[in-house]
């Protein structure tokens, strides 16, 4: 079955911090050469935030660079998400998904996670 299940978004003030938790069924999670990170924001095409492969690298968009951590937990299926020094421009909704270059055509996405930053 496929799932995948995000959370930990909310509101936080400009400057915050906020941990995203991305649950995944093993047949995206152990199959995928990479996972990602992505958001939508309001009124804009989803856009990819981070990756991080099989073996452990990463790689980030230049938007977040050195403020957002992505990391994975091989045992539990699970892809987080740490951002720091939040800014209003951070704001939309949060998706995992595994990674390719042709995300914008997946067929299946979870619900997302909205993440708001105020100023």
């Known amino acids: 079955q496929v799932q995948l299940e995000e959370s930990g978004g909310g509101l936080v003030q400009a400057g915050g911090s906020l941990r995203l938790s991305c649950a995944a069924s093993?047949?995206?999670?152990?199959?995928?050469?990479?996972m990602g990170w992505y958001r939508q924001p309001p009124g804009k095409q989803r856009e990819l935030v981070a990756t991080?492969?099989?073996?452990?690298?990463?790689n980030y968009a230049d938007s977040v660079k050195g403020r957002f951590t992505i990391s994975r937990d091989n045992a539990k299926n699970t892809v987080y998400l740490q951002m720091n020094s939040l800014k209003p421009e951070d704001t939309a909704v949060y998706y995992c998904?595994?990674?390719?270059?042709?995300?914008?055509?997946?067929?299946?996405w979870g619900q997302g996670t909205q993440v708001t930053v105020s100023s």
């Open positions: 991080i492969r099989s073996g452990g690298s990463t």
């Open positions: 998904n595994r990674y390719t270059s042709d995300f914008r055509w997946f067929r299946y």
């Open positions: 093993k047949s995206i999670f152990s199959d995928a050469n990479a």
